[in-house]
């Protein structure tokens, strides 16, 4: 039995994760992401993939954000016949993320054509809603820490992540005449400390391990998030504007809620806009799935906090383009986090210009995400095809991160008590890859920062 390992993306980047494993002649892939951020990541996308999609026997999901499952679709539109095996919510959050990423394509595809600045003529989305709702017909989700058989040889473990709402880590089970051979998958790993996520759960031994390493060279600061949020809060109503917050949908928008609500049990409230149709969404699965995260419904911080009567739910477009005139004393958290599309860029094209505004953004932002050019300190920064001036006020706080530190993933790997034969950092860059590795390899580990489409033979004659 030959088991090899070809890295079709999130290898030394944070985007794109497919990782494809091969036992004989049975092909699993571990993700299914879109490449998002830089420019010469994005256009990988529109690439054949490397492998013939029919020779694909199934997926296996980690989680549903579109790095790690947006490419689904496209997979399946170019002749995936398998299926897609998920965790329960995963499954639902899937059909919400997905749904979106083809809705947002065909949108900024019609408005490139209708303004002429494509490079493409004409520009066409990667897949449309319509594929995106056929292709979810074939996930099938299963429950947390039970074994489920994918191949007469083969078995699949969900363990909790911790990342986002049904994250899991993969634990792949190679039954053979030699023995079993396992290998574990992180996906992505959640801080250790989260108000709404249950902590990563201790990884099984493993004798190969992959490991995300987004943050594999930094060291999340000892932030008190509900005081700084509180003191931009005042600092808002001092300079007469209002706080924009670009907010994944996924967990992000959630927790930022956490900490308002919190906030203003002790201070005067003002309104506060979701205007995310799929943060909505998202936020009533995490009420359906009460199970899955740290909320009690009868608890002081329990689901009632979605809820609340200073909470707006904006779900029609042009109630959110209203939004825009509002001067001062608001609070707008909208998508995408990383200001690559979504409703935050009409937001950001009216509010960057305005001094007295404050532009908050709240996780790691990827390099080529307009969301790091902002950040970064740039002057100008183009939206639907213009320049606009940036005179807002521009503060990140990353203690919201929903990944694990570096000290964090040393902590979680350091749970296996036998070292891996073999460690692959991956979903990270370079340079966060490098330092996290020197670290492992201390500890006596044989590690590896894989190329992207590298392939390596994990075991063979097994």
């Known amino acids: 039995m030959d088991i090899r390992v070809k890295f079709l993306g999130g290898a030394k980047s944070v985007t794109g994760s497919k990782y494809l494993i091969t036992v004989n002649d049975f092909h699993v892939l571990i993700d299914c992401g879109l490449f998002q951020g830089l420019k010469q990541l994005r256009l990988r996308n529109w690439d054949d993939l490397p492998v013939n999609p029919e020779k694909i026997d199934c997926i296996v999901l980690t989680h549903a954000h579109i790095d790690h499952s947006g490419y689904i679709p496209l997979l399946y539109k170019n002749g995936f016949g398998g299926k897609v095996h998920c965790t329960e919510p995963t499954l ?4 919400i993320l997905l749904t979106d990423s083809a809705k947002l394509q065909e949108e ?42 994918i191949h007469n040889q083969i078995e699949v473990r969900f363990f909790h992540a911790g990342h986002i709402l049904g994250a899991a880590s993969i634990e792949l089970i190679i039954y053979s005449s030699q023995g079993i051979k396992r290998m574990v998958f992180s996906g992505d790993l959640g801080p250790m400390h989260n108000p709404l996520h249950f902590a990563p759960v201790k990884p099984p031994n493993a004798d190969v391990l992959f490991m995300e390493s987004t943050y594999g060279a930094r060291r999340h600061k000892d932030v008190d998030l509900e005081k700084e949020l509180r003191q931009l809060i005042l600092e808002s109503d001092k300079k007469g504007g209002c706080i924009l917050i670009p907010a994944f949908s996924v967990g992000r928008t959630q ?67 209203v939004l825009n005139t509002i001067k001062d004393r608001a609070i707008i958290i909208s998508a995408s986090g990383m200001a690559t599309g979504g409703r935050v860029l009409h937001h950001l094209f ?9 532009v908050l953004f709240t996780g790691f932002l990827p390099e080529g995400t307009r969301g790091r050019d902002i950040a970064n300190g740039e002057k100008l920064v183009k939206i639907f095809g213009e320049e606009v001036m940036i005179n807002a006020k521009i503060h990140v706080l990353d203690g919201f991160s929903a990944h694990a530190d570096q000290d964090e993933l040393v902590e979680w790997s350091g749970h296996i008590s036998e070292p891996p034969k073999m460690t692959f950092l991956i979903h990270g860059e370079k340079e966060q890859a490098e330092v996290l590795r020197e670290r492992l390899i201390g500890r006596g580990w044989n590690v590896t920062i894989p190329d992207y489409l590298e392939t390596f033979t994990l075991f063979d004659h097994v």
């Open 92 to 95: 639902e959050l899937a059909d």
């Open 108 to 149: 900024e595809a019609e408005f490139a054509n209708r303004k002429g600045y494509s490079k493409h003529n004409p520009a066409k989305p990667l897949y449309t809603v319509r594929d995106a709702i056929e292709a979810l017909n074939i996930l099938e989700a299963h429950p947390f820490d039970l074994t489920f058989r």
């Open 255 to 321: 927790l930022v809620l956490y900490y308002i609500w919190k906030i203003f049990q002790n201070m005067k409230s003002r309104p506060v806009y979701i205007d995310s149709p799929m943060a909505i969404s998202v936020t009533h699965l995490y009420k359906s799935f009460s199970n899955y995260h740290r909320l009690e419904s009868d608890s002081e911080f329990g689901h009632h906090i979605f809820d609340a009567p200073f909470v707006h739910y904006v779900t029609e477009q042009s109630k959110s383009k």
């Open 350 to 358: 009216h509010r960057l210009p305005r001094e007295q505004d404050i």
